[in-house]
């Protein structure tokens, strides 16, 4: 329709494909509900101005839960951020190719850089890309990136350094796993909605 919001100061591009990399398809087709855990993970990230310069924040998420299962701050953009926050997944939830673990993200050059593509190759993992600037496509990520702003980033600010940022994500994953409550999930936490699934999951499994 041609209508274009107002923004107040520069606008900050996160998001910028790579025209020339191989893109993988798209496997989630905006649908995040999933029966169990390590079916599909979301990643995305944001960032924070502080005073000495933008910080950037991963997330990986767990779908089933919205548990967040990977994270990393860092002062630059580049690629090694994201894969540091997928090794934290991959070292946490030690995914084999057998689970079929969907990786989702956007076509962003750091979600399709080489490096990137051949570790989650390693893992057992398949690639999935959204669109190109359409948030629906990584509706999920964009929902906690959205609540990380407004439940830390926004309420806190000023921020004066990569450390204080660093420190709070730390907090508030930490929260938001443990202790907040999503009306999603039947209004539990993350890791007590996830606990609940393998608890259903080895019942069901016994009495097979």
């Not at 191989?22 to 855990?37: A, D, G, I, S, T």
């Not at 910080?55 to 540091?84: C, E, H, M, N, P």
């Not at 407004?150 to 660093?166: C, K, T």
Request: charged share 25%; net charge positive; glycine share 6%.
């Amino acid at each position: 329709m041609g209508i274009q919001d107002i923004i107040r100061g520069k606008p900050h591009r996160t998001t910028i494909p790579d025209k020339k990399t191989p893109c993988p398809l798209v496997k989630v087709n905006r649908e995040f509900r999933v029966p169990e855990p390590n079916m599909l993970w979301v990643s995305d990230f944001t960032y924070v101005a502080t005073w000495k310069g933008f910080v950037y924040v991963a997330f990986v998420i767990d779908a089933y839960a919205r548990k967040i299962v990977g994270w990393r701050a860092s002062t630059s953009a580049q690629t090694g951020f994201v894969l540091d926050a997928l090794e934290q997944a991959v070292h946490d939830r030690r995914p084999t190719k057998a689970m079929g673990l969907v990786h989702h993200s956007d076509r962003g050059s750091q979600y399709l850089s080489i490096r990137n593509t051949e570790r989650l190759a390693d893992a057992g993992i398949e690639p999935s890309v959204g669109s190109v600037g359409d948030s629906y496509d990584n509706a999920l990520t964009e929902t906690i990136n959205g609540l990380f702003k407004a439940e830390v980033i926004h309420r806190r600010a000023p921020w004066r350094s990569f450390e204080a940022v660093e420190y709070a994500t730390l907090e508030w994953v930490d929260w938001f796993n443990n202790r907040r409550i999503l009306e999603r999930i039947g209004n539990i936490p993350p890791a007590k909605a996830e606990a609940n699934s393998y608890a259903a999951l080895e019942t069901k499994g016994m009495t097979a």
